[in-house]
């Protein structure tokens, strides 16, 4: 199992009740994102989100991508993810050959159909015909992506640069046990988490596995470490909750109403009521969406994601309120400490506990 980064660029309100500066946000994105590298940290993916306010500062993900590649010389760099109703194939097709180069080689890409009515709203794009669209959108970027060539009005095009043969290989986001089965059936690999308990995405990827074994799979979580099992908890704790807080504002349209299209949301529509009443670090938790802790607490919890079968864990630092110092801390005792023990085939399976 390899540890990569999700780095959402959240800005929670500070003890002033002001967001951080969204310049401090992409200088911060700069430095961890070098140590990250330094560490050995498989791979940073970046959202792209649109219209939510401090929820996340990632509206260009390839403009950031692109800064991180100068920076940096081995971590990878993935787009997680690019919502192809709201974007012309050819331009992504482009950005991904450009960055390619720019990176040497590291760019690693997700697609998917967005999950937030305000962002297709946006856009203008009507969510009821964001599935036709993607399917649509996906084949032609492959087509893109695959020729590096673009018939259109009975004219013939050349992409340049042209895309290179690295970047064939592709991510889907995966939520509904649908879309499992459609990313399988497309045979890219799967993004998954953090929309429903870890029980439920557990069963949808060994389905998905025994439908397409040479696909990858990789589950975000978020994550934080430190020495003092209480004191981990303490700092991160409340970060963490407000970004769940977060997710349930900007996913509760298409959660709690009857959305054409994201009729598996409103199936979920359930946990809304519930994660609002009792949401706690303990809960998510329980729920398989969090670890937190101590080394031993969280080596614990990842081992039982790594016998799991998953192929990488992908990290939420905290809820966007720790600072650089704080975050490459608690990557550094992740890759020192937790990962060898993980990934020790003499080590015995320990059963999840919950913790308040």
């Known amino acids: 199992m390899e ?122 794009v009507d969510p009821s015909n964001t599935r036709e669209q993607f399917i649509v959108r996906l084949a032609e970027l492959r087509q893109y992506i695959n020729t590096g060539m673009l018939d259109r009005g009975g004219q013939h095009f050349e992409l340049n640069p042209a895309p290179s043969p690295r970047l064939r290989e592709g991510w889907m986001a995966a939520v509904s046990p649908e879309s499992f089965d459609l990313a399988a059936q497309l045979r890219l690999s799967v993004l998954t988490g953090p929309f429903k308990p870890w029980p439920m995405i557990n069963a949808d990827l060994k389905r998905y596995r025994a439908a397409y074994p040479d696909g990858s799979t990789s589950f975000t979580m978020a994550t934080y470490c430190g020495l003092d099992h209480e004191e981990s908890r303490y700092r991160a704790g409340p970060g963490i909750l407000w970004a769940y807080r977060r997710i349930l504002d900007v996913t509760r349209t298409m959660m709690v109403q009857q959305v054409a299209g994201y009729e598996h949301y409103r199936k979920l529509g359930w946990l809304t009521p519930l994660l609002e009443g009792v949401l706690s670090l303990g809960v998510l938790e329980t729920l398989g969406l969090a670890c937190v802790g101590d080394p031993d607490h969280v080596t614990k919890r990842l081992r039982t994601l790594n016998q799991s079968g998953v192929d990488r864990i992908s990290m939420v630092l905290g809820g966007g309120d720790l600072d650089v110092s704080e975050a490459i801390n608690s990557l550094e005792l992740m890759m020192r400490d937790v990962m060898p023990r993980v990934l020790s085939a003499d080590v015995t399976a320990v059963p999840l506990e919950v913790t308040g």
Do not use: Q
């Open 3 to 124: 540890v990569d980064l999700f780095l959402e660029l959240a800005r929670p309100p500070g003890p002033d009740g002001v967001p951080t500066r969204i310049s401090n946000v992409y200088d911060d994105l700069i430095t961890i994102a070098k140590a990250a590298d330094k560490l050995g940290i498989g791979a940073i993916w970046l959202p792209e989100h649109h219209f939510l306010g401090d929820y996340s500062a990632s509206a260009a993900p390839d403009m950031l991508l692109a800064a991180l590649a100068r920076e940096t010389t081995s971590v990878r760099l993935g787009f997680a993810i690019l919502p192809l109703p709201i974007h012309d194939p050819v331009r992504v097709a482009e950005r991904l050959a450009t960055l390619d180069i720019l990176s040497g080689g590291r760019v690693m890409w997700g697609v998917g159909r967005g999950v937030t009515k305000t962002e297709l709203d946006g856009f203008g």
